[in-house]
């Protein structure tokens, strides 16, 4: 089955504990985004990449990493989480040029 | 910052009744689409609209491309409880690349 798979599903840290969040597809997408919601504001993008070893900024990249080391990988690292990074979190995957999007369950992170 | 305002916020119907919702900017896209999240899950595409003036059906969903290329327009035809979720647009600009920007989101409510 195609699918965007995200883990976990659930996360709750403690400010300034290092995290990962993994993402994977299996449709042999080149393009792979992160997105956080928050009530009111939507999906907001955080990082993109077109393809493999190739990322760029999304509107809210602040406090957050991630590469690409394989086509369908791509992972999200909090390295010092913060409260105001308790959000809903999808990676989402597409073929070309990432418009037809493919999303994750999301991952619900809290952050205290 | 949001570029695209889409409304209403919420919406509470009776079954059988007909929606209509809409996503406006003051920037012109090239693309627009719809997308749909069930509780609980992330968001799946629903329609994707490439022309000004294009009107495109996916069952009861009826969507289109506002000529102007600033608006959207999302319409179901006599709904049905499993209508229940948040409504995004999503658009692309010439300037934005491969990147989506995405509405508020309309949550839709539905009793039978």
């Known amino acids: 089955e195609a699918q965007v798979t995200q883990n976990p599903r659930y996360l709750i840290t403690v400010t300034g504990k290092k995290l990962t969040v993994t993402c994977s597809q299996n449709?042999?997408?080149?393009?792979m985004s992160w997105y956080r919601q928050d009530p009111g504001l939507g999906l907001r993008q955080i990082y993109y990449s077109m393809n493999v070893e190739v990322t760029d900024k999304g509107d809210v990249p602040e406090g957050y990493k991630v590469s690409r080391k394989e086509k369908r990988n791509f992972p999200l690292i909090l390295e010092s989480p913060s409260p105001n990074q308790t959000s809903l979190y999808f990676c989402?995957?597409?073929w070309g040029r990432g418009w037809k999007l493919f999303f994750g369950s999301g991952t619900q992170l809290s952050v205290l | 910052g949001q570029q695209l305002n889409q409304s209403p916020q919420s919406m509470f119907i009776q079954e059988g009744e007909d929606v209509s919702m809409n996503c406006t900017s003051s920037?012109?896209?090239?693309?627009w689409l719809w997308y749909k999240q069930d509780p609980g899950e992330g968001p799946v595409l629903l329609i994707a609209l490439y022309k000004a003036g294009e009107l495109t059906s996916n069952g009861r969903l009826t969507a289109q491309f506002g000529i102007t290329r600033k608006d959207s327009f999302l319409n179901i035809s006599a709904s049905i409880p499993s209508d229940v979720g948040i409504y995004f647009c999503?658009?692309?600009?010439?300037?934005?690349?491969?990147?989506?920007?995405f509405g508020e989101g309309t949550q839709l409510t539905v009793n039978p």
């Open positions: 449709m042999n997408h080149e393009y």
């Open positions: 989402a995957s597409s």
């Open positions: 999503a658009g692309q600009r010439e300037a934005s690349g491969s990147r989506l920007t």
């Open positions: 920037s012109i896209f090239n693309t």
